[in-house]
């Protein structure tokens, strides 16, 4: 069974810092990896999709990467804004359908 | 290109009764799945539907269900509401052509708290 873990849940960094947020997995066998983000009660918005035979995708200040051999992805924010503030979400997907698995997210922080 | 667009987007109902939240997905996707969001579980998948069969289902109760038509619009319904049935329930929509990448868009949300 497919788990993921995303690590810290939660992250304060002034502005101006590049971060990094974790995401882990426990079965190697996917399709696909997507980040998101989510602002307070509010639906989710598509950051970066990896599939499983790409090592990273990139946009404007955003840097994910995807590691299967260890189950890991990691996303990169680069010099951080207060506009950053919000949860990421990391989710896996292990076909071409629209069930993917969630992790319970880090909540972002960035402070002016 | 309008985005997936969900409604009610807030409704607030009593224990005991039923609710039916409808989705309608980015024009030209066909497939649209269902997610639970709470505050202590998370996101978690309800079921999907693509040309109007359900193709993959969560683990949830039979209280809850969901359809597909054939404009590729789906509704889903919460039957018996219970207290723990208030959430966000949000839905995703993706083009699903064969090879593709699987990209989930979502929606808004509608929030339903249960009384």
């Known amino acids: 069974k497919q788990e993921v873990t995303q690590i810290p849940a939660a992250l304060s960094v002034p502005e101006g810092e590049n971060l990094v947020l974790n995401c882990s997995f426990t079965?190697?066998?996917?399709?696909?990896l997507q980040w998101f983000r989510q602002d307070p009660g509010k639906g989710l918005t598509s950051l970066l999709l990896?599939?499983?035979?790409?090592r990273e995708q990139t946009s404007g200040r955003l840097n994910a990467s995807l590691d299967k051999s260890s189950g890991r992805s990691t996303l990169y924010i680069a010099a951080s804004q207060p506009g950053d503030s919000a949860t990421y979400l990391c989710?896996?997907?292990?076909?071409?359908?629209?069930?993917?698995?969630f992790g319970q997210g880090t909540t972002l922080q960035v402070k002016p | 290109k309008a985005g997936v667009t969900q409604t009610p987007r807030y409704l607030i109902k009593t224990r005991g009764q039923q609710v039916t939240l409808s989705c309608s997905p980015i024009?030209?996707?066909?497939?649209v799945s269902w997610y639970q969001q709470t505050p202590g579980q998370g996101l978690q998948f309800l079921f999907e539907?693509?040309?109007?069969?359900?193709?993959n289902k969560g683990n949830f109760p039979g209280r809850f269900s969901g359809r597909q038509f054939s404009n590729s619009r789906s509704e889903m319904n919460v039957s018996t509401l219970e207290l723990g049935d208030s959430a966000l329930y949000l839905c995703?929509?993706?083009?699903?052509?064969?090879?593709?990448?699987?990209?989930?868009?979502f929606g808004e949300g509608s929030r339903l708290t249960v009384l």
């Open positions: 989710a896996v997907g292990s076909g071409n359908t629209g069930k993917l698995i």
């Open positions: 995703a929509s993706s083009h699903d052509a064969g090879g593709g990448t699987g990209e989930l868009f």
């Open positions: 539907y693509f040309s109007e069969t359900q193709r």
């Open positions: 990896i599939q499983s035979s790409q």
């Open positions: 079965d190697s066998a996917i399709y696909n």
């Open positions: 024009s030209g996707h066909r497939s």
